[in-house]
């Protein structure tokens, strides 16, 4: 399947300073489909040495004793039977079981800049984390992070775009053609990509999910993978936690994540999910599940904002799960409610919410919300180019009932509202209505700091 994370692979292959790479990620969004089966067919067909640290237990346990590049790439070439040099990519996947190789990233920048390294896994930034507080401890090396030698990149879920691009890539190129020119589509069209948003929200982005779908043409063999990655991710929250009853309260926050949208205010509540708790008691969890990139977690901004956005209460926040499949999954809503010709009114709002927040993540933008008096919300506020943009997402039409307090306090370039309905531009308030199936465009331009109304 084609993901929009090639290119960028693409273009860290051929930067002038290229330095090994990371490639961060959650478990089962693709990271090693995308480095070894598509990036290293198409730069490096027959040139790539895969090394899968889980395991091939030699190469682990040489690299556990030494982070010296020369002598790694000395030991592999040797092991392998291939010779390494700048036309040979080297992969090193599932490092969270080799930390060592993360430290020996920093002398492949010294020394080997010429070799393409990629290092990928889950899990790698907590397990780094464990490393780190290991320091000085008995029978541990000091853990050396390689700030300042290594390229970085996070994949997350398919986007929306993506999806698209790989399940009807007419309706693609229509879709993306229409949001280039600034125009709607014609009737019959929006229908038809509005139900490829309905079936997205039930499906997600987690690639096996997908290619189920795409490969069957049905919504429940996807719904089945996605009960048992959800399931993998609660028992994965076992590893690297300082305790028995951190586990819990990481399993109880990322299972909560649906009815803590759902009540009357979105914002993370913790005596929701143990009486008589404080937010600092979830600290470490939500660290976690957002370390892990499990969740995404977007933080409050309050009536006169400031640029650079920062959060006036830490204590103020909502939470996302990374993946809008597996958010429907957790709601427990029947998958017929998806194709159902009264979809509209059986999805609540906060599924749209949670959408446009990975539409937004997967693109790298932060997240924050705005609530001013009296009830007045906008569901995110993004900062692109220096300029403001609040985004409302209504699951219908409906009306931007808060922008005009919003902009009592603050000046924006432009509000965004998010719906249901097709393109359109007004321009004296200023206010761009862009179709569900437009976001994740609108999500790039805005990181490259590039929309145009």
């Known amino acids: 399947m084609e993901r929009n994370a090639l290119k960028q692979l693409i273009e860290w292959n051929q930067a002038k300073r290229r330095k090994p790479l990371i490639v961060w990620g959650a478990r089962q969004v693709g990271k090693t489909y995308l480095i070894k089966d598509i990036f290293a067919e198409t730069c490096y067909k027959n040139r790539t040495i895969y090394i ?7 190469i682990r346990a040489f690299c556990n004793r030494s982070a010296d590049a020369k002598k790694i790439i000395e030991f592999i070439s040797l092991f392998k039977g291939k010779q390494i040099d700048e036309n040979t990519l080297l992969i090193f996947d599932e490092v969270q079981e080799c930390p060592n190789i993360i430290s020996a990233l920093k002398y492949f920048c010294q020394d080997f800049r010429h070799i393409p390294v990629i290092a990928t896994g889950s899990m790698v930034r907590i397990k ?66 509005m139900d490829h948003v309905y079936k997205y929200l039930l499906i997600g982005g987690m690639p096996e999910a997908v290619d189920a779908y795409i490969e069957e043409n049905s919504l429940f063999p996807a719904q089945e993978i996605l009960k048992a990655l959800y399931d993998n991710y609660l028992s994965d929250m076992d590893l690297y936690q300082a305790s028995r009853e951190a586990v819990l309260r990481s399993r109880a926050l990322f299972s909560n994540i649906y009815q803590q949208l759902n009540k009357e205010s979105k914002n993370f509540s913790p005596s929701f999910l143990e009486a008589n708790r404080k937010t600092r008691d979830f600290e470490a969890s939500v660290h976690w599940l957002t370390t892990a990139h499990i969740i995404h977690q977007s933080f409050q901004l309050k009536e006169h904002i400031t640029l650079p956005l920062i959060s006036d209460n830490s204590n103020h926040f909502r939470l996302f799960l990374a993946d809008i499949g597996m958010f429907s999954y957790q709601s ?28 937004l993540c997967a693109k790298g933008l932060k997240l924050f919300y705005w609530r001013g008096k009296a009830s007045a919300e906008l569901e995110f506020i993004i900062e692109s180019d220096n300029k403001l943009y609040p985004i409302d997402v209504k699951k219908g039409r409906g009306t931007l009932n808060s922008l005009s307090k919003f902009s009592n306090h603050n000046k924006f370039e432009a509000a965004i509202k998010v719906s249901n309905g097709n393109y359109d531009y007004h321009v004296e308030q200023r206010l761009l209505t862009i179709p569900f199936y437009f976001i994740s465009f609108a999500a790039e331009d805005l990181a490259k700091g590039t929309l145009r109304v």
């Open 52 to 58: 899968d640290c889980k395991i091939e237990d030699e």
């Open 332 to 359: 427990g809503i029947n998958a017929a409610s998806f194709i159902a010709n009264d979809r509209e009114n059986t999805l609540s709002g906060i599924f749209y919410e949670n959408f446009v927040a990975n539409e």
């Open 128 to 193: 780094l984390e464990r490393e780190t507080r290991k320091r000085g401890t008995a029978n541990h090396h000091k853990f050396l992070f390689p700030v300042g030698k290594i390229d970085q990149l996070t994949i997350y879920p398919m986007s929306f775009d993506e999806f698209l691009m790989n399940s009807n890539r007419p309706l693609f190129n229509a879709v993306k053609a229409a949001y280039e020119n600034k125009e709607p589509l014609a009737d019959d069209i929006h229908t038809l990509a």
